[in-house]
């Protein structure tokens, strides 16, 4: 497997300059303008009463910005609590327990570096892929890590809240769209046994130059919805208008955003915006995303009530399992995956 961040920094002696597999080109270093807005905090609390205000302000964080955060989701901060503590436990576990788990070659589950790529720059970060949820990828997948003990049952604990979160979001977002409330789910067949939840947790630990590093490189999230748990350390960047925007960590809140299976289904109405995770020289920070992926045979197109005569399909129907198997990481942000599904070009619209 290659060599560890959390490996490296151990070394005797520490280190004091970054390796060059891990160094940017200048041009993606992160040292961009910054935006001073951010993307919206939305209060779910009391959603029976206050749905409507609810639906209207994602809906407007949707168009904006791709992003928001949200608090009090209904899922309980000792659940977020307990699900950060085993991380931070498995990412403190001595090198040779957490290779227990290593990433065989040709899978996407364990632990290892997502996105290292022979022709790429490796991320800043040391990442542990599973799946939390789903029939068919829990049975498919190798063992979850043996250690700490618990692991199973809190991270099944964890995927289950993270569900009922996704199925309430996607109503609320397919509210927005003038959909009927379970019109996306149907849609992405979330309930098939085959739809699943990835969740990648995320060490970035501290780099000495971080100037010259990403923790992840620029990337749209190719699922329906993704939703991600972040720790007290800032990192996470969203790309709007030619500027990187922070978003800050609210506390107990989570990061929603929007992925291509759902710019696809809006018909191109709500976009899948573009992200990084930059490093930091003294604190490890820690993400967890959690991806609402559809089934390999599901297929995603634009939904037919957003459809009409002046509002024609952009998108050509596509299996999700055609999306993924041809994805790429080394896309760039001008030269997304999703344009190559476009059966209107760009410029037309
Ligand atoms: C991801 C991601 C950002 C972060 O895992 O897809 O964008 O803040 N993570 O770690
Ligand atoms: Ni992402």
Known sequence: ?????????????????????????????????????????????????????????????????????????????????????LAHEFFSLGQEEKEVNAIQPGKCVGYGRFFEQSDGVANWADNLILFSYGEEQRLAQPCMPPKPKRFREVVEKYGSAMFKLFTQLLELISAGLGLQPDAIAKQAKINDPGAAIRTDFNCY????????????????????????????????????????????????????????????????????????????QTETRYSFANFLMPADQTVIQPMAELLSASSPAVYRPIRFGEYIGGYSYLFKPLNRNIDSFRVIPQDCL
């Not at 999230?221 to 960047?237: I, N």
């Open 205 to 280: 630990p501290p780099c000495p130059q971080p100037k010259l590093v990403l923790g992840s490189a620029p990337h749209a999230d190719r699922g329906v919805l993704t939703v991600l748990q972040q720790d007290r350390v800032s990192g996470l960047q969203v790309a709007k208008d030619g500027k990187w925007f922070p978003v800050p960590p609210a506390k107990n809140a989570f990061v929603i955003n929007l992925g291509d299976q759902m710019q696809i289904m809006s018909n191109g109405k709500y976009k899948s915006i573009v992200h990084r995770a930059v490093a930091n």
């Open 1 to 85: 497997m290659p060599q560890m961040v959390q490996q490296l920094l151990s070394q005797a002696g520490g280190l004091s300059q970054v390796p060059s597999r891990f160094i940017q080109p200048v041009e993606e270093r992160p040292e961009s303008e910054q935006g001073c807005t951010t993307i919206p905090v939305i209060d779910m609390k009391g959603i029976a009463e206050n749905g409507n205000r609810i639906i209207a302000e994602i809906a407007r964080a949707c168009q904006e910005w791709g992003f928001f955060q949200v608090i009090n989701h209904g899922v309980a901060p000792s659940l977020m609590e307990e699900f950060r503590d």
